[in-house]
């Protein structure tokens, strides 16, 4: 076990909670910010009991070594975690992307290989109306809507960007249906620019009972792990995260007992356990 993951796990009989609260009071010490910025200690909330204690000063304590481990563990459980979206360009991997929204992957990569295989290009979507896509992107679900943002994109691209998916967010950003999980999406993966970090169910759910996180907001939790994940991390960090959610770390009866990371998660809806449980991580 590598150290500096054994000091952040409290101790199983309570005695070394019990030890702490009996020595004289010291002066609290904000966790020192890091390379990428604050701890999670001190994202955690001036209310949270768990941060206030993991944030006494402690010999060799590093407050960047948890988010370090998490790392790791899921470098050796997903080493070649990448889109699971079917693309061969920035286009068809924009298209996907706003087609997976309240949709599973596999069923958009049933439906990508039919609508470019009948519109080729993006200006074959540009000049379409949004009712000529519907029928084909009819099973992604929420198919009008997608139809005019998909429409609407191929027609703001081919207008403004010259047909060529635009590389910066800001502009990404204006782009019909585009939102900073799609603009992500695409700059991490297709332009392997890491601008943000993509928050699905899974990075949200997941980032939570891993304490990376007390957000709920899907902005405010982007925010909370740039502070705390490497910049040159971030797009495979979500890649990672996003495997583990379908693999193991499922919404309901995630798959504890033989998951890598068991040991430095403290998540209240884990099914097996071996470290104490904090009812606020989930
Ligand atoms: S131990 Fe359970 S809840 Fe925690 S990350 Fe692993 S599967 Fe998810």
Not at 97 to 107: E, R
Not at 138 to 147: A, D, E, I
Not at 223 to 249: N, S, Y
Request: include cysteine; hydrophobic fraction near 35%.
């Amino acid at each position: 076990m590598p150290r500096g993951v054994v000091p952040r796990q409290p101790a199983k009989t309570g005695r070394q909670d019990r030890a702490m609260s009996l020595r004289p009071p010291k002066k609290i010490v904000r966790a020192t910010p890091g390379r990428a910025g604050r701890g999670v200690a001190s994202i955690l909330g001036a209310g949270n009991v768990e941060s206030k204690r993991t944030m006494r000063p402690r010999k060799g304590y590093n407050p960047l070594a948890r988010e370090r481990e998490i790392l790791k563990r899921l470098d050796q459980l997903y080493p070649g975690a990448t889109c699971a979206l079917k693309h061969r360009n920035a286009w068809e991997l924009l298209v996907a992307t706003i087609l997976s929204a309240q949709s599973t992957d596999v069923g958009v990569n049933k439906v990508t290989p039919v609508i470019f295989a009948k519109y080729p290009t993006v200006q074959d979507f540009a000049a379409l109306n949004p009712e000529q896509l519907e029928p084909d992107i009819h099973t992604t679900g929420f198919f009008r809507n997608k139809s005019k943002w998909v429409v609407g994109a191929a027609k703001k691209i081919v207008s403004d960007f010259g047909g060529e998916v635009p590389s910066e967010i800001n502009q990404l950003l204006t782009l019909p249906g585009v939102a900073r999980k799609t603009a992500n999406v695409v700059l991490g993966t297709w332009f392997g620019k890491n601008e943000g970090i993509v928050v699905d169910t899974h990075v949200q759910r997941i980032s939570r009972r891993l304490e990376l996180t007390p957000n709920e907001d899907p902005k405010k939790i982007e925010q909370d792990l740039m502070q705390v994940i490497p910049r040159e991390k971030w797009t495979r960090f979500a890649h990672q995260v996003i495997w583990h959610g379908r693999k193991l770390c499922m919404a309901r009866s995630p798959q504890c007992a033989e998951c890598l990371l068991e040991n430095i998660c403290h998540a209240a809806d884990k099914t097996w356990s071996t470290v104490e449980i904090h009812k606020n991580a989930k």
